[in-house]
């Protein structure tokens, strides 16, 4: 028996993650939504002294960033176990792993993407320099995917579980530590003018590696929480 | 044997025996089922039928045994069995915000090509005509169901895992659902059924599974 490539099967899950999303825009959103109001209240809350904000920006930005998608990982796989759909992905012929990587593909670009094109602005209201900028989006745009795998891959191990939540954030920060440490040192050089093309290699770097294990991780873990 | 065994086993069950927490559900579980035949799995609640269909369909691991498809292990084919199993479970598996349509075009499109005009008849077939573009949330538990036969009619799948397929339907429903089982056996597909009530499909091509 035959059945459809894999190329189609990515673009069908992709493709309806994408519509269920913009059906409920609002609760997209919500990632993005915490990353602005989070990095907006800093300069209201501190004094706005364009020195002290200067200072901040880059861990404010990047930290922000990463609880952002880890709000959002809570929410990847939950409705999709919960109405069942999740066990008709398990049973199809294509492989789970490319299914579940269609889904945080899809994750990435409602949660993840907005936030690397929000940076800009977020970055003029914290007095980030106009040369940094480039470069934190860069950076986002290759830190971003990252959080998104590895809290599907934590998320799809955590789904079974009844209060998951506070669990998931335990496993997804030890894992992503790396990505806030060389994302906050990317913006942190540029905004002193140095180059920063090492770190992008290592961010570049660990982004592959993301790709070429999250799938079977969360392939694996999702086998398990759905026994 | 019965009267339609013609033929190998397609499926075949081996001491499959399983447990949840310290409760042993079944043990020494073995069947065969040959083309044309329907498995009616019977017993209280809470015996672990529904837990047997998801060990069969290899959502669950079993603690031992083995289940096998066309001589060939399950748990080693995955990608072959699926291909030509359809599963029913309990819940619909739909998604609340896509359209019965929606919905069935991407459940079907993972795994056969199917034009829009066959999942049209299949809903037509099950009397979803005017409901095809109605999001799943709106219809009925009734007609959720349906939309879930439906998918099972146009799968193309050999081999139909139906966990309580009579659940919510009514009458002309459940009627529809013996007609749509009658048909696949004589396609010489293959049935495991689980359901309390009995069901009106002829005598001849059913072995029945007694848990607990």
């Known amino acids: 028996m035959e059945w459809p490539g894999l190329g189609t099967a990515f673009w069908l899950q992709l493709t309806r993650d994408l519509r269920l999303a913009f059906r409920h825009i609002g609760q997209a959103a919500n990632p993005l939504m915490f990353f602005v109001m989070v990095t907006t209240l800093f300069p209201l809350a501190l004094s706005p002294a364009p020195e002290l904000l200067m200072a901040i920006a880059p861990g404010v930005i990047w930290v922000s960033a990463l609880l952002a998608s880890l709000l959002a990982a809570e929410s990847l796989f939950r409705q999709d176990i919960e109405d069942g759909t999740m066990e008709q992905l398990a049973l199809s012929p294509q492989p789970l792993s490319l299914l579940l990587l269609a889904k945080t593909a899809s994750h990435w670009l409602m949660t993840g993407l907005p936030l690397v094109l929000m940076a800009p602005i977020v970055g003029h209201a914290l007095f980030l320099p106009a040369e940094a900028v480039p470069a934190t989006m860069l950076a986002l745009l290759l830190a971003t995917p990252v959080l998104s795998l590895a809290g599907a891959v934590m998320a799809a191990l955590t789904v079974g579980l009844r209060r998951g939540g506070g669990l998931l954030s335990l496993l997804i920060l030890p894992i992503v530590m790396p990505v806030l440490i060389f994302g906050a040192r990317a913006t942190d050089m540029s905004m002193q003018g140095l180059d920063v093309s090492g770190v992008m290699y290592l961010l570049a770097a660990v982004l592959l590696l993301a790709v070429s294990l999250a799938p079977a991780g969360m392939s694996a873990a999702m086998r398990i929480s759905l026994d | 044997m019965t009267a339609a065994g013609n033929g190998a086993a397609l499926l075949e069950g081996k001491g499959l025996e399983l447990w949840r927490g310290e409760r042993r559900l079944f043990t020494g579980v073995s069947f065969e089922l040959r083309a044309g035949e329907l498995l009616h799995i019977v017993g209280p609640n809470g015996c ?14 079993p603690e031992t045994g083995d289940v096998y498809w066309c001589s060939k292990k399950v748990s080693r084919n995955r990608a072959d069995f699926h291909a030509s199993t359809c599963y029913l479970g309990h819940r ?60 099972a009619l146009a799968s ?18 459940r009627e529809l659902v013996d007609q749509m089982m009658s048909e696949h056996l004589e396609r010489d597909g293959l049935i495991l059924l689980v359901a309390h009530q009995a069901h009106g499909v002829a005598a001849g091509v059913m072995r029945r599974l007694e848990l607990g």
């Not at chain 2, 309580?164 to 009514?170: A, I, K, Q």
């Open chain 2, 92 to 151: 619909e598996s739909l998604k609340a915000d896509l359209t019965a349509e929606e919905n069935l075009v991407f459940q079907l499109g993972l795994r056969c090509w199917l034009s829009s005009a066959d999942i049209h008849a299949a809903l037509d077939k099950v009397g979803l005509t005017k409901q095809r573009s109605v999001p799943a949330r709106s219809l009925s538990a009734g007609q959720k169901r349906r939309v879930s036969l439906a998918r």
């Open chain 2, 48 to 61: 672990g039928k529904t837990s047997l269909l998801r060990v069969l369909c290899g959502l669950t691991l």
């Open chain 2, 156 to 173: 193309g799948a050999r081999l139909w895992i139906l966990d309580e397929p009579y659940t919510n339907l009514d009458v002309a429903g």
